[in-house]
C-alpha cells in the first residue's frame, strides 16, 4: 500500500523591530533577564498596549512579497491561555481577520518547481522564557522577550514530504532575511516552526488526522522530525491503530517525536476582539508606501542574474542566496570589467568553498568583492593563469593582501618571456632523453609528462599555453 503524507507549516517569523509590538521596551537579544521588559509586559495593572506601525510596515511587506491580499482592516484578538510566561493571561494575536490574507511561494526541489499556498499570515506578541537552569528546582521567568512582534506564516497542507517542507522552509527564511523584516537568526529563535504532518493512502481524497509538531528551530530537525513522524503515523495504522490528533515534541537526542498534550481547538483559546487595541487599518497609501521599499526579490534577481549576466540557474541560485552575496557578486563585476561567468565561477565556487569551510557569512569575508575583482583582473591581463590565482586566493584569504600584493610578495608572476620557457623546457628536455626518444618513437602520451615537468621547472608560472606551444616545436625536433 502506499502512502502520501501531508504537511503544512506554521512559521514564527519574529520581526526585527527595534521596540515591541505593543510596548517602547527593546528587543535586543541577550540582555540581562527582565531588564527589557516594561509595564506593559508584566501586564501591571491599568497599563494600555500601542501598536507598534514598524510591525505593520513589516508584515504588509510581506503580504506584498508573496503576492497576497492585504487585509486594508484587520483586527488583533486575545487568545487566552494560563502559562507562567504570560503575564497578562493571554496573548494578542490576530485570528478572524488577519493582515496578511491568501498569497503563495515556488519552491524548488531536484530540480522541479511547485507553487504552495500560503493561508494567511497574522500579527502577534511573543510570551516570554522560562528558565529550569540555576534556581535550585525552581523555574525563572525571564520576560525580556514577552511582547515582542512576531508573523505568523501559515501554509496551506500543500506539502508533500519532510524535503519539500524543508524547501519551503529555507525560501520563506531568504525571503524574510531579504525583506529586512526578520534577521533569521535560528539559534536565538527568530525564525521557527511547528510543523503539522498526516498522511493518507494514495488517491484517498480526504486527509488524515494530523499532529502537530511544535517549535522546531533548524531546517535538519525539521526534516528529521517530519520523517519520524511519517514513519511513526504510517506503523500506527498499519498495525490497526489510529492517529491520535495532538501536540508532540521533538527530541534531537533520541531522534523521535513524543505526546505532549491533546490539541487544543479554537474554541479552548475564547478568542475575542481585544478591547483595548482599535482595529488594524492600512489604507491604500500605506500599502503603495510599502511598496515602494520591496527590494528586488530572490526570484526575480535570479532570473535577473540568468539574462544579464549569461550564469545558469545553479550560479545564478548561490550568488542570490542573500541580498549581501548578489551584491557582493555584482561588485565584482562592475569593479573587474571581466567576464560575468568567470567573476561568477570565483564567488560561487572557490570563495563559497573557504566560506563554507570556516562557516562564515559573505559579509564576514576576509576576501572584498573588490579583491576578487582585482584577481581576476590579473587572469584576465595574463599576469597570473587560474591555477595560481587559486593560490593568490588563499593567501588572500589568510589575509596576506589584494591579488597584487601576494603575487609581488610570492614572486607569482606567471613567464610569458618565449627565451624564459624555452631555457626550461630545453632543460628538461635534456634531463630526459629517454622519454623524449619514446616520444618521437610515437609515444605521444609523453607530451603530458613534458608539460608536466616544464610547469614543475617554473613552480606552475610558465604560461600554460606557451608552455604547449613551444613544446610541441622542440620535441619535434
Ligand atoms: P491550528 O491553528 O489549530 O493549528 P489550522 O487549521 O489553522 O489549525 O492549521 C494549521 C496548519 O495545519 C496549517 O499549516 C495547515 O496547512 C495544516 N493542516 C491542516 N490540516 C492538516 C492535515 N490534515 N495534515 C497536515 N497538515 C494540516
Ligand atoms: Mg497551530
Redesign the pocket.
Known sequence: MEWES?????IHAQLSTRSKAFSGAATRYGAEPNTQACAVDIALPGVLPVFNEQAARMAVKFGLAIGAQINHRSVFARKNYFYPDLPKGYQISQYEIPVVAKGSLTIELDGHERLIGI?RAHLEEDAGKSLHEDFHGMTGIDLNRAGTPLLEI????DLRSAKEAVAYMKKLHQLVVYLGICDGNMQEGSFRCDA???VRRKGDPK??T?A?IKNVNSFRFVEKAIEFEIERQIDLIESGKSVVQETRLYDADKDQTRSMRSKEE?MDYRYFPDPDLPPLVVDEAFVREVQATLPELPDARRARFMSQYGLNRYDAGVLTSSREMAEYYETAVRESKGDPKIVANWIAVELSGYLNLDNKDIAESPVSAKMIAGLVQRIADNTISGKIAKEVLEAMWAGEGDADAVIAKKGLKQITDTGAIEKAIDEVIAKNTAQLEQYRAGKEALFGFFVGQVMKATRGKANPQQVNELLKKKLAG
Open positions: 501531508v504537511i503544512g507549516l506554521e493561508t501559515v501554509s496551506e497542507p503539522n504532518v498526516s486527509f488524515g494530523r502537530e479554537a
